[in-house]
């Protein structure tokens, strides 16, 4: 753990996204006890620019509510969707890319037939569609983010356990009277972990923009507050009062950009042919 972290802390833009994801969960963390009060409550008067009166340092938005209130609690929500959608697919994608890659075969064929249907629709019009189908609530769209992206998921694992499945380590658990799930499980898995830990931290930033997206087009949860659903509520007045889209705006693009720093720093923490470059 001490070598990674060594190799880790040498790229400095995985440290700098490190600190702002910090901040960020730090924010998610504090809002119920900075701002106890719903966020969809009105606090003053509509249009309150930022700065200009004391208490509301973002101001207001069109129906007179706390712009900062609701920037810290859309934080828990963009985070919990980022997190919970990335840990089902893993869930998903994992075992289907595992039984594909350690058998082949037919099975192989039927996985990844069954895997490449996902694909050839795309992901953002499948997640409209099932959030139509179903209802706009934070758990619906967690499990469309999360049926929208195990497909990568699954193709990975299939190639790295591929890549792993005729090494020495494997045909001396099958020769010592292994079963097949548990030399998957206790061998295979764990030597193909780097990539998919690299492959989940961009998944989270990837969910954030979807929920993002889908909120913004009106089929996020009406009941919580998100940064999607703040840029969206204020699009019809962008000119008059730009601020209310670019704070969230802002918010977004320093999560998802500190996401993709980090998942760079863990590719050359745990890679090993850059590993091997590097020393």
């Given at each position: 753990m001490k070598e990674f972290w060594?190799?880790?802390?040498?790229?400095r833009g995985a440290v700098i996204g490190v600190v702002i994801l910090a901040v960020v969960i730090a924010c998610a963390i504090a809002a119920p006890i900075l701002f106890p009060q719903s966020p969809w409550s009105m606090v003053q008067r509509p249009f309150l620019p930022?700065?200009?009166?004391?208490g509301l340092p973002l101001g207001t938005d069109a129906v007179g509510r706390d712009v900062l209130s609701g920037l810290l609690h859309g934080a828990r929500v963009s985070l919990l969707?980022?997190?919970?959608?990335t840990a089902v697919a893993l869930v998903?994608?994992?075992?289907i890319g595992a039984l594909a890659g350690y058998y082949g075969g037919l099975v192989d064929d039927a996985l990844m037939r069954f895997t490449e249907f996902f694909q050839t629709i795309p992901s953002f019009a499948l997640a409209i569609v099932?959030?139509?189908?179903?209802?706009?609530?934070?758990?619906?769209?967690?499990?469309?983010?999360?049926?929208?992206?195990?497909?990568?998921?699954?193709?990975?694992?299939?190639?790295?356990?591929?890549?792993?499945?005729?090494r020495e380590f494997v045909e001396a658990a099958t020769l010592s009277g292994q079963g097949d799930l548990r030399i998957i499980a206790r061998q295979v898995l764990p030597n193909a972990l780097p990539p998919i830990i690299v492959l989940a931290s961009l998944m989270v930033a990837t969910a954030i923009l979807l929920e993002s997206a889908l909120s913004f087009l009106g089929l996020g949860d009406p009941n919580v507050m998100s940064w999607g659903y703040m840029i969206g509520a204020a699009r019809t007045v962008l000119r008059t009062a730009w601020w209310l889209s670019f704070i969230p705006g802002i918010a977004i693009l320093l999560t998802v950009l500190a996401l993709n720093l980090i998942g760079e720093g863990l590719n050359d923490a745990l890679n090993p042919r850059l590993r091997v470059r590097t020393t």
């Open positions: 060594s190799r880790f802390s040498r790229n930022p700065f200009e009166m004391e969707v980022g997190l919970v959608s998903i994608g994992i075992p099932l959030l139509a189908i179903f209802q706009p609530t934070l758990a619906y769209v967690i499990l469309a983010i999360a049926i929208v992206s195990w497909p990568p998921v699954a193709r990975l694992v299939r190639g790295e356990v591929l890549s792993l499945r005729n």
